[in-house]
């Protein structure tokens, strides 16, 4: 339990929330309940503190995602560590690890754009009904930023109604007798998987017209 706690602190501090948010988000997201003195304690132990001429979280985080855009794939922590020091942002090597940790967990896709939003932060702007603030937070505690909570509490029988009513996707993306014979048609023509989106499209038409004469 208390190295998941950890986890968690490390995670929303790297996020860039301040105290108040993390022990809020804990409470409310985690179910994990702290005192401001006790996270305190943590944070100082584990060196969670905000330093002087250390480049902003969500500009590393930017910066991340700028150079996985680029290359295609995302490298280890070390390698992106360099690149942060070649471009002039300063970071710790253990917040780049854990930053890649929650943007690449499986080492292969940034698939966690919505996290890095979530945690970013809305800038004030004159225009009084556009909110301000870090997303989750406003959405998990908006009495923080004295709105009304618009969320609604929904019944654990209901949320099993509609995944019972629902029909989720499968690994085959069409009738499985179809996707059989599509397979053994690939095999025997020699037809390669595509690699985008027009030879998809183009393997598409030719596998319709192929069965099309089949059926003749």
Not at 62 to 78: D, K, Q
């Amino acid at each position: 339990m208390a190295e998941y706690r950890l986890h968690l602190i490390k995670k929303y501090f790297l996020t860039g929330m301040k105290q108040g948010e993390i022990l809020q988000s804990l409470s409310e997201r985690n179910g994990i309940n702290l005192s401001r003195r006790q996270l305190q304690n943590i944070m100082y132990a584990e060196n969670l503190y905000k330093r002087r001429n250390w480049a902003d979280i969500m500009t590393v985080v930017e910066f991340i995602m700028e150079e996985h855009i680029g290359s295609g794939s995302l490298h280890g922590y070390r390698w992106m560590y360099q690149k942060l020091k070649q471009n002039g942002l300063k970071s710790r090597k253990e917040e780049v690890r854990l930053l890649m940790s929650i943007l690449d967990p499986e080492g292969d896709e940034l698939d966690s754009v919505t996290e890095v939003w979530d945690n970013h932060i809305i800038r004030p702007t004159t225009n009084q009904h556009v909110p301000s603030g870090r997303p989750i937070v406003m959405f998990s505690a908006p009495e923080l930023y004295n709105v009304q909570d618009y969320k609604t509490l929904i019944e654990n029988n209901q949320i099993l109604i509609c995944r019972e009513e629902t029909m989720f996707r499968k690994a085959i993306p069409c009738d499985e007798d179809i996707y059989d014979i599509c397979m053994l048609l690939m095999i025997e023509n020699a037809m390669q998987y595509p690699t985008d989106a027009y030879k998809a499209l183009d393997l598409y038409l030719e596998l319709r017209e192929t069965i099309l004469e089949i059926l003749r």
